[in-house]
């Protein structure tokens, strides 16, 4: 199957969020209209690219955005999403390698800081316009929370990690 939903979430008053994996093309606009993407790969077990897709709380798609990985070597694991008050999306993730956050004409590529596991943070506002993105070296997540404009994370920390992170960013 093409599509594999990982994580769903939803903020009861506004929408519900999916994130997962696809492979080949899928048209992601369940309407007479057509929303295609591709991934680099055919291969579900293979380096596979993550959508998130926001949907009102009728089911009715409000937007789509992809995370398209560099090679087959890449890896990304979400694992966790958030629905913040005003309706922007924050994922925690796991990853190896490359990927671009913003595929299209403006690209937002992220490359792991070394070769052992980084820790993603990725935060979308309201209209799925990536809004930040964090990510440490030596650092895995397992959990995120969102409480107003914190965001809490939940994970192992492998030796010595710099959590330096710029503000405004």
């Known amino acids: 199957f093409p599509v594999t939903i ?39 077990y293979e380096n ?15 937007w789509t955005r992809f995370i398209q990985m560099d090679d ?29 956050v913003n595929p299209g004409t403006v690209t937002n590529v992220v490359n792991a800081i070394g070769p052992d596991e980084n820790l993603l943070l990725l935060k979308l506002n309201a209209g799925g316009v990536v809004y930040c993105e964090q990510h440490f070296e030596g650092l895995t997540g397992l959990g995120l929370e969102v409480s107003g404009t914190d965001i809490y994370v939940a994970g192992d920390i492998y030796g010595t990690v710099a959590l330096d992170i710029v503000t405004g960013k």
Request: charge should be negative; proline fraction near 2%; glycine fraction near 10%.
């Open 6 to 44: 990982v994580r769903t979430n939803e903020n009861a008053s506004t929408a519900v969020i999916q994130v997962g994996r696809f492979v080949g093309t899928v048209d992601f606009d369940p309407t007479a209209g057509t929303n295609p993407m591709s991934t680099l790969s055919n291969d579900i």
């Open 72 to 100: 087959a070597q890449d890896n990304l694991e979400i694992v966790d999403v958030e629905v913040d008050d005003d309706g922007g999306v924050t994922l925690l993730g796991n990853f190896v390698g490359g990927f671009d």
């Open 48 to 62: 596979t690219d993550w959508y998130i897709q926001k949907l009102d709380l009728s089911g009715n798609v409000l």
